[in-house]
């Protein structure tokens, strides 16, 4: 179908309810309208419904408030020279020059600086 085609027809619709609109008896007229004012009365002008509208937009300003307040509590506070070992560790890992199968074999190299370090293994005092 051509849209010329689906233009006629919508027109042709628009225009068959238009006069099927225009032809209704006064009773049902009045009967729509009372039901579309009792409609619009129920969706805009409930006491309860501004009440709640408001109670959660204020539940949410505090919310988000209090997230803000506690973030920012904690950015402040943090301690800003003193890392965890492991932060250290990766920072380490990130900024050095070291290739990076050093790093996969760290746990050899630590255990073998240990040794070295330590006591000499098979003398006998």
Known sequence: MNPKDEEKILGAAEDLLEDQVNNLNARTVRRLERARMGALEAAGESPWG?????RWLMFGSFATAATAAIA???????SPGVLPARQIEDFEIITSQERLDFYQNLDFYR????GENGPAQGKTS
């Open 50 to 54: 501004s009440f709640l509208r408001r």
């Open 72 to 78: 920012l509590f904690m950015w402040f506070n943090a």
């Open 111 to 114: 255990w073998l600086a240990a």
